[in-house]
């Protein structure tokens, strides 16, 4: 994939700098340290700490709940004391694998284009490193949430919910939730 100049050069001239604050990996305000993880996402933690889906994850917690139907779309990392169980003395402990959403902070891109979350790392330099890798890494979080996207709207039209258990939809299906 060849990423477009417009974007480097806009990550470049945010100026980020990662501080290592961690402050990302911790809850500021209501769900703002929530990280949803897709299904290769969640193998690759798995095969590198050796811990179990289940300890990994739970449910994306807004359920909808609806005609007996108890639902929600994907997972997100466990958190502990109100910060990622990963961030450990403010260090990133599954580093290699982290989710795209961690590699990519504090930059998102979708279809109306790159946004800018707040950190305290931006416009600490003029020009931010490591911009071609961020765009490239931007490009494949994006194809990889589209390919996610089209997988749930796929199994929605061809599945329907069950009632009176409380599911998770995700890329590879419809999956019970006993957590
Ligand atoms: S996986 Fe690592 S980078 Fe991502 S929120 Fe957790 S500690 Fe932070």
């Known amino acids: 994939m060849t990423h477009s100049l417009s974007l480097v050069g806009a990550i470049k001239e945010t100026g980020f700098s990662c ?20 299904p290769e996402e969640i193998s690759r933690i798995i095969e ?9 994850v739970e449910p994306y917690p807004d359920r909808i709940q609806e005609g007996g139907k108890d639902y ?3 997972w997100v990392l466990r958190r502990k004391n109100d910060q990622c169980m990963f961030l450990e003395r403010n260090r990133c402990i599954i580093y290699e694998v982290r989710p795209w959403i961690c590699r ?51 199994i929605l039209s061809s599945h329907s919910i069950p009632a009176g258990k409380p599911v998770v939809i995700d890329a590879e299906g ?6």
Request: aromatic share 6%; hydrophobic share 25%; glycine share 8%.
């Open 104 to 154: 990519t902070y504090p930059f998102m891109l979708d279809n109306s284009g790159l946004s800018v979350h707040p950190c305290e790392g931006i416009r600490t330099v003029n020009h931010t490193e490591d911009a071609q890798e961020m765009a490239l890494n931007l490009e494949k979080r994006l194809e990889y949430e589209q390919d996610q996207d089209d997988k749930i709207l796929k």
């Open 19 to 38: 501080t290592r604050c961690g402050t990302c990996c911790k809850e500021s305000e209501p769900g703002s340290n929530l990280v949803m993880v897709g």
């Open 174 to 179: 419809i999956k019970e939730y006993h957590g």
């Open 72 to 74: 929600t779309f994907g």
């Open 48 to 56: 590198s700490s050796g811990l179990s889906f289940e300890d990994i």
